[in-house]
T-cell receptor
């Protein structure tokens, strides 16, 4: 089945450690995104990539890094510089940028990161 | 500063009645709007969208209305069902089409 797979679903990290969240899609979508959800905050954009080997910072990119070496993969690294990393992280993809007629964003099931 | 605002954190409705979820935006460059539905511990799923060239879009029980002069859109669910209980996010995209900006969400509870 086509879709977006995020792993791991749950992750615990000690303070000061980097951690990488995986996001893989087999929808042949060009664009991929990372959002963060906190209670009462909605979804906030961390990074997005419109095409392979290119990515852009979103609203809250500080303390995060990404790579887009392959069309189907867009891993997110939460570095020790991220001051409040405990959150629910959502990866998404779309055929292209979110233009009318381009189709909607498809989301993965999310990864919950807890810093101990 | 929030560009997409959902000012009601929660809404409770009885089964069979209409649910109206509201969303306001501040950026006049937004020209494409979407609603997403989200259950706990899952990713959001697309519900319905509307382009700024329209003022209404309907899909089954779901209708989205857009009032560009007021920078306001609303999602109507008629009739509401218990399975509609979820968090609903309003989202907007600008002409650059780089990414969606989401509101904080409204939690809808439909009681039977």
């Amino acid at each position: 089945d086509g879709g977006i797979t995020q792993s791991p679903k749950y992750l615990f990290r000690k303070e000061g450690q980097n951690v990488t969240l995986s996001c893989e899609q087999n929808l042949n979508h060009d664009a991929m995104y990372w959002y963060r959800q906190d209670p009462g905050q909605g979804l906030r954009l961390i990074y997005y990539s419109q095409i392979v080997n290119d990515f852009q910072k979103g609203d809250i990119a500080e303390g995060y890094s990404v790579s887009r070496e392959k069309k189907e993969s867009f891993p997110l690294t939460v570095t020790s510089a991220q001051k409040n990393p405990t959150a629910f992280y959502l990866c998404a993809s779309s055929i292209e940028g979110p233009r009318p007629g381009a189709g909607e964003l498809f989301f993965g099931e999310g990864s919950r990161l807890t810093v101990l | 500063d929030q560009q997409v605002k959902q000012n009601s954190p929660s809404l409770s409705v009885q089964e069979g009645r209409i649910s109206i979820l509201n969303c306001d935006y501040t950026n006049s460059m937004f020209d494409y709007f979407l609603w997403y539905k989200k259950y706990p511990a899952e990713g959001p799923t697309f519900l319905i969208s509307i382009s700024s060239i329209k003022d209404k879009n309907e899909d089954g029980r779901f209708t989205v209305f857009l009032n560009k002069s007021a920078k306001h859109l609303s999602l109507h669910i008629v009739p509401s069902q218990p399975g509609d209980s979820a968090v609903y996010f309003c989202a907007a995209a600008n002409q650059a089409g780089t990414a969606l900006i989401f509101g904080k969400g409204t939690t809808l509870s439909v009681s039977s």
